[in-house]
């Protein structure tokens, strides 16, 4: 039945017998090419690199006797590379997803997980759904968020998408919106910060931004939505522009610091936070609403996680 040159490296021609007549091309060749991961099979087939009698087929297709399928050269992972990712992991990701259509993947992201891989981080948000979606051969991020800041966020499925969402981004017609508990009582006069902000790398390579005249025009606009009395309070956060940790720099330079923020926060704040529990960073993307290409808009909102639910009701007792 099978007539390989070089497994797993040169190009295959496998002969099909009477026994794999009916077997679906993807089934069959999760079973031949034993070590090769399932989402590179699945990949050469959308890619129409999987031939059957010189012609591309479908990963639905149902092989007959004395088919002749052709395997293009196979790059297997080299040892030093990332193994599939934890199921643990991506069965979390799967459930944490909130809205997803033909397009658009929106994801109440879990804090602590980085949208992407890199910076010694082998993996993050992307690289998990592109194994929990190898059909979807597009899949990119349309913005970011910290690897500590939880809530929405929005993965395109088609390119069309994306380039919408960019525009839209740029402009004024995506609302993005943040829950965050801050060190104090915020004034509710106070409804906006506007200070430029520069990015800075420091000699160990961490990047931090700093609020500098030379800077990039920066806004957000704060809204109190609860106080616990003195010591702490719950806002609202619509940054305007879109620099990177602009919301965390920019409630710093307010005087009110973010409670569990390790680079721009107050350690003794913080401390205190963690004694109730709450041991993270407490920004949340909570609200989005995007505009839809086809017209209208997509609205969503995100709960906070049970660490963050359980801080707020002990900062209440």
């Known amino acids: 039945m099978i007539n390989p040159s070089h497994a797993n490296s040169g190009v295959q021609l496998l002969e099909i017998g009477p026994e794999a007549a009916g077997q679906r091309i ?25 031939r059957v009698n010189k012609g591309r087929i479908k990963p639905e297709y149902k092989l007959q006797a004395g088919d002749l399928v ?28 909130v809205h997803e259509d033909k397009a658009l993947i929106l994801l109440n992201k879990p804090a602590g997980i980085a949208v992407h891989g890199g910076s010694g981080l082998s993996y993050g948000v992307i690289e ?27 993965i395109a499925k088609k390119r069309s998408m994306l380039r919408h969402l960019h525009e839209a981004l740029r402009g004024d017609g995506v609302d993005k919106r943040y829950l965050a508990l801050v060190r104090g009582c915020w004034p509710g006069a106070r409804k906006q910060v506007s200070a430029p902000l520069q ?5 160990s390579g961490e990047r931090m931004v700093e609020v500098d ?6 806004l957000t606009l704060f809204r109190v939505l609860r106080r616990f009395g003195d010591f702490a309070t719950l806002v609202e956060a619509k940054p305007v522009t879109g ?75």
């Open 128 to 154: 998990a759904l592109r194994q929990l979606r190898p059909e979807a051969r597009d899949l990119e991020l349309v913005h970011r968020l910290d690897r500590d800041t939880s809530g929405l966020l929005m």
């Open 26 to 50: 993807d089934n069959f060749l999760r079973t031949q090419l034993k070590g090769v991961p399932k989402t590179l099979i699945y990949r050469i087939l959308r890619k129409g690199e999987v």
């Open 213 to 218: 005249e030379e800077g990039r025009e920066a």
């Open 199 to 203: 990015k800075n790398t420091l000699r």
């Open 70 to 97: 052709r395997v293009p050269p196979l790059r297997l992972a080299e040892r030093d590379e990332p193994a599939p990712l934890a199921q643990g992991l991506l069965e979390r990701l799967e459930a944490a997803i």
């Open 243 to 317: 620099r990177t940790h602009q919301i965390r720099v920019h409630a710093r330079h307010a005087g009110h610091p973010i409670a569990g923020d390790a680079k721009y926060g107050d350690e003794e704040f913080t401390r205190e936070i963690r004694a109730l529990g709450g041991k993270r960073l407490f920004l949340h993307a909570y609200s989005l609403v995007v505009p839809l290409p086809e017209g209208g808009e997509l609205r969503l909102e995100a709960p906070v996680d049970e660490m963050w639910a359980q801080t707020l009701e002990r900062l209440s007792d």
